[in-house]
């Protein structure tokens, strides 16, 4: 298996255009024919929509919706987006990632500078009774607190990207739903990441050593982070859950702060370190 979006030039990899074609390509596959409303004719050799269908429902013609997927035509209008929206099924987190890529949401500047590094401080400041870090756009962990720092055992810190840290060996030994969690990791990476910088690149060139990553990565999805549960298998503790919330940070564009914690009654939490001193990158 091959990154299909990796797997070309550099100025094609970052190409809106040929992005924003293997996104629609994508979402055509996974859309059934009842799903909008259609029958599905004998001999179809297509388990999703064909895109005369796709066309159709967007009320565009074939020829232009041809070019879209083949990353070659003209940028869609509001009017198209919404139109492709409904033909594909497309929910809001979706609608707002094409817009991204037809350049009709003016991306905010993502680099935080020096001085607004405070913001980061006083968040895990109000947070430092509960393990938590904070990640870029690229899902590059910038910040994180002692008592993270400690429940990881070091493995939490500056510098580590949480998705290529969530497919090392080990955690696909511990985590249980770990096929759960790195189809989430992956379409947030893909919603949030930004597309233009090396360090994007960097990061899915690497994962894309791993068949794991790559199956997942084809399927073009997004999401926004989003709370949810991490079971764990330990080595003399047994299995534990873990409740992660992510909360996006305003005056930090595309940055995310996380919370995790195991259940009240797990001795290894209980006793981590109570002190607020922190990691900046």
């Not at 940028?75 to 929910?91: E, G, I």
């Not at 493995?155 to 090392?168: L, S």
């Not at 990061?203 to 991490?230: G, M």
Request: proline share 5%; net charge neutral; charged share 30%.
């Amino acid at each position: 298996m091959r990154a299909t979006d990796w797997s070309r030039s550099r100025s094609s990899v970052n190409s809106n255009k040929t992005v924003l074609g293997n996104f629609l390509r994508a979402r055509r596959a996974h859309v059934l024919p009842a799903d909008v409303g259609l029958r599905p004719d004998d001999g179809r050799r297509v388990s999703g929509l064909k895109r005369e269908e796709v066309a159709m429902l967007a009320d565009i013609s074939v020829e232009y919706y041809t070019r879209l997927e083949q990353g070659r035509g003209a940028d869609p209008s509001t009017k198209v987006v919404r139109a492709l929206a409904r033909a594909l099924n497309l929910d809001d987190v979706c609608i707002e990632y094409v817009n991204r890529l037809t350049g009709r949401v003016d991306e905010q500047r993502r680099t935080i500078p020096p001085e607004k590094t405070y913001i980061m401080r006083e968040l895990l400041d109000t947070w430092a009774h509960i393990p938590a870090y904070i990640t870029d756009g690229n899902l590059d962990i910038v910040a994180v607190n002692e008592r993270m720092h400690s429940l990881s055992s070091g493995a939490i810190r500056p510098g580590v990207n949480a998705v290529v840290a969530h497919f090392a060996p080990e955690n696909k030994r511990q985590i249980v739903n770990w096929d759960e969690l790195a189809t989430r990791g992956i379409a947030t990476l893909r919603f949030l990441g930004d597309r233009n910088s090396a360090r994007y690149e960097e990061i899915v060139r690497e994962l894309s050593t791993d068949p794991d990553f790559v199956s997942r990565w084809n399927l073009h999805e997004v999401a926004r982070p989003s709370d949810l549960d991490s079971h764990l298998r330990l080595d003399g503790i047994g299995e534990i859950q873990m409740r992660v919330h992510n909360f996006e940070v305003p005056s930090l564009p595309f940055h995310t702060m996380t919370t995790q914690y195991p259940k009240p009654d797990l001795e290894a939490f209980a006793s981590t370190p109570k002190t607020s001193e922190k990691t900046l990158a």
